[in-house]
């Protein structure tokens, strides 16, 4: 019997072990358990006076569904408790004699084997659901570090933006209050040809080197113009101050006209 039920309990635990390795590790836990479940439904009917350590075989084998599949493994503990219940009814009411009762001796022993299968059996599946939930921390611990990683990484973005956006609002501060000199730094990187800011930045810093190439054309023109007029000024000035003389001259010759007039007159009488 002990043999029988070690040639289920082994191959079921290599499946789960198999299963498990490719990531399927409730179809590994379900075929262990339903693969125990014949051995231990079968022993009441060879050996009833296990009929005891058959009932806590069938508690722990609930309690290990319920930890493994939890709400899911409801199917199991309904197929669990049926099986006990017919164990049950066939030890205390049908009492089959399918053997020669065993001596105390014999009785203790099936026992403490049963015992010590059932064991062992439990404590592979418990290791098992143990580095299972290993596994599940470790990658939970993964998952949260990745977490904070990408915290911290949106939080120096965030900074960085906040940055950015207080250089370009000071630019602008300047360029309202006239300062064309002034330039909003930009970094280059791989990426700054596709970053909507480093694009405004570039847009904002060509608009203002124009806007100062603009000006200062218009200063140096303003300063031609300056130049040339004084000019005009000049050489009107230089044009009246000739007319004036001219003015004066003619005024000098009348007067002396009307000299040589009146002398002609005074000759004549």
Same mark, same amino acid.
């Given at each position: ?33 339903? !693969? ?11 050996? *009833? ?9 069938? =508690?722990?084998?609930?309690?290990? +569904? ?11 503990? =309904? ?16 009492? *089959? ?5 065993? !001596? ?32 599940? +921390?470790? #990658? ?38 006239? #300062?064309?000199?002034?330039? $909003? *730094? ?28 603009? $000006? ?9 113009? !300056? ?13 009246? +101050?000739?007319? !004036? ?22 000759? +004549?009488?």
């Amino acid at each position: 019997m002990d043999a029988a039920m070690v040639a289920l309990v082994l191959p079921s635990t290599a499946a789960y072990r198999w299963f498990k390795k490719r990531g399927q590790w409730e179809i590994g836990a379900r075929i262990f358990l339903f !693969s125990t479940l014949p051995a231990v439904a079968v022993v009441p009917f060879l050996i *009833p006076e296990v009929t005891l350590v058959i009932s806590i075989a069938y =508690l722990m084998l609930v309690i290990i +569904s319920n930890r493994i599949f939890g709400k899911k493994g409801w199917y199991f503990n =309904l197929v669990c408790i049926i099986l006990f219940i017919l164990d049950l009814a066939v030890t205390y009411i049908w009492k *089959p004699v399918l053997f020669t009762p065993f !001596s105390q001796t014999l009785q203790t022993l099936a026992a403490t084997s049963f015992s010590l299968i059932l064991s062992g059996t439990c404590m592979i599946t418990i290791s098992q659901m143990l580095y299972k939930q290993d596994d599940l +921390s470790v #990658d939970a611990q993964l998952a949260r570090m990745d977490i904070e990683d990408r915290i911290q990484v949106e939080r120096e973005q965030r900074r960085k933006l906040q940055e950015t956006v207080s250089q370009y609002i000071q630019f602008m501060a300047c360029v309202g209050k006239g #300062d064309l000199e002034g330039r $909003i *730094p930009l970094q280059s990187n791989i990426h700054s040809d596709q970053d909507p800011l480093t694009i405004l930045g570039r847009q904002l810093n060509e608009t203002t080197a124009n806007l100062q190439q603009m $000006i200062t054309q218009l200063r140096t023109a303003g300063a031609n113009l !300056s130049s040339s007029a004084a000019e005009i000024q000049a050489a009107t000035t230089q044009q009246a +101050s000739g007319a !004036s003389e001219q003015s004066a001259a003619i005024s000098e010759t009348t007067t002396t006209v009307d000299e040589v007039r009146t002398i002609a007159e005074q000759v +004549s009488l």
